[in-house]
């Protein structure tokens, strides 16, 4: 795999650019079908489809970060060069986004895997499976967990795992991007995450009073919701380190060392060395989902991700029922 330079070493620039930078993505080309699940009674669940010509090489499924979507830049740029590449391309959205806050009044978090799985065992059942899956951030925690607590059953369904930027120890996430130097991101990812759980209709604003971090948040809102004991046992049951010793098919996780949201020292878990499905890709420098390269392409992540992809080529494995 190509060693990335990138085009700063300031990972808060990297990180910056890699949120704001241009990216293209060809929807006359590739026309976009938007597709809703159920998933659960009175939970809808959206999923952007663009497919190229005949033959497909394979369907990769993308998950975004934290108040993301399918139009954030590092989904619309690896979409655009899976398609070129002859694979299926499909954004899926967490629960309440895509712009299905007010019609889905429900939460999401971080380690909610049920969604992704039942369209998943969906298109198992028409025969669409093995699946590729591509995580981004808090993305990139559910397709981890996902792929651990598919186990032994998981080849049946994906064919090959990626996972860039991602806090697979949430609770030492949380703690690291509550520090002074991630003040403006923090404050940022506070007002997109009150403001969706306004839109839902779950909540006043007198709900939100005192809440300043995305801790906060977790302890007072999200915890509470999905029935976990505060924040510290949402982020302990949810974090994806837990079932990394699980994970039994090809699974790449790419990670700067310099990340200013995650510390680094969370990837020294022995599942990585020990677990033969698993391979970390770390870089020196990217900050947290900025690996935009010095020279072009730009996109450096994109043909990582892919390189790994077309090195798994999708086989139709047959599992006996338990």
Known sequence: MDTFEPIVANPHFLTIAGNFWPRRLDTRRFPVDHC????APGIQVLV?????????????????????SGESGYMRSLSQAGLEAGYAMHRFHMRSCGGLAAACRTLYHAGLTHDLRQVI??????????VYL???????????????????EAPRYLAAVCAVSTPIDLGASAR??????????????????????????LYQPADFQGIRSIFEIDERITAPYFGFHGA??????QSAVRFLDAIRVPTLVIQAEDDTFIPFEIFHHPAFKSNPHLKLLATRRGGHLGFIARQ????????????????????RVTLASR
Do not use: C
């Not at 809703?36 to 998933?39: A, G, K, V």
């Not at 510290?232 to 049951?237: D, K, S, V």
């Not at 072009?296 to 086989?315: A, K, N, Y």
């Open 232 to 237: 510290g046992h949402y982020y302990a049951t």
């Open 48 to 68: 952007q489809s663009q497919r190229p010509p005949e033959p497909v090489g394979g369907e990769v499924i993308l998950i975004h970060g934290l108040e993301g």
């Open 134 to 152: 591509a995580g981004f951030s808090l993305g990139g925690n559910v397709a981890l967990k996902l792929a651990g607590e598919l186990g032994e």
């Open 176 to 201: 690291r991007i509550g520090r002074r130097d991630n003040a403006l991101y923090e404050q940022r990812f506070v007002r997109r995450m009150l403001r969706r759980l306004a839109e839902t209709g």
């Open 296 to 315: 072009r392409p730009r996109f450096w992540v994109d043909g990582q991700v892919l390189r790994w992809i077309e090195s798994h080529p999708v086989r």
């Open 121 to 130: 065992l969906r298109w198992h059942a028409a025969g669409r499976t093995p």
């Open 36 to 39: 809703l699940y159920d998933t």
